[in-house]
């Protein structure tokens, strides 16, 4: 078994693009974030839906659990910028799971927002778990995707 974890959330494949990326260049196990009910196809609904469960601090359930976290050292966090935080989904999973100890690894996608409150966010929710350099790939940004991927990976993984 790794001892990295590659946790993401993708709606319309670009988180999910560089959790392949990660899970190339690692060997870690990928793990999918499902939400339960899906979001709505249409991606406007879909920022709808999200927005009112942000206001109303509502989580979607998961429709897939993961048994134990013990054997991970490392867990990479994927998630696109969803009005300026991570996606109800990631959300979830964090409050589920104790990562207590563990090192978290968050990359983003956007459209142009950044990280935004995102980490900031993150640690409040994992305030015992070690943060180290996130990964922010604007969603047009393909062409050399792969390359920065690989550079932040070296950086981070052979200096903790």
């Known amino acids: 078994m790794s001892e990295i974890l590659i946790v993401y959330y993708s709606y319309s494949g670009n988180t999910k693009r560089i959790a392949e990326i990660i899970k190339r260049k690692t060997g870690g196990d990928l793990f999918f974030t499902f939400p339960n009910p899906q979001y709505p196809k249409d991606s406007i609904d879909t920022l709808e839906v999200s927005k009112h469960q942000k206001a109303n601090k509502q989580l ?5 659990k993961l048994e134990s976290l013990d054997s991970y050292k490392y867990i990479f966090i994927g998630t696109p910028n969803w009005w300026s935080t991570m996606t109800p989904p ?9 990562l207590s ?13 950044g990280v ?8 409040l929710i994992c305030d015992k778990s070690f943060f180290l350099k996130e990964l922010s ?8 995707v792969e390359q920065r991927v690989e550079y932040w990976l070296n950086e981070i993984l052979h200096t903790n």
Do not use: C, S, W
Request: no cysteine.
């Open 60 to 64: 979607p359930e998961l429709t897939k």
């Open 90 to 98: 990631i959300q979830k999973f964090l409050n589920t799971y104790d």
């Open 101 to 113: 100890n563990k090192r978290i690894i968050p990359f983003i996608t956007h459209g142009g927002g």
């Open 116 to 123: 935004a409150n995102i980490i900031k966010d993150m640690k």
């Open 137 to 144: 790939v604007i969603d047009n940004e393909t062409e050399f």
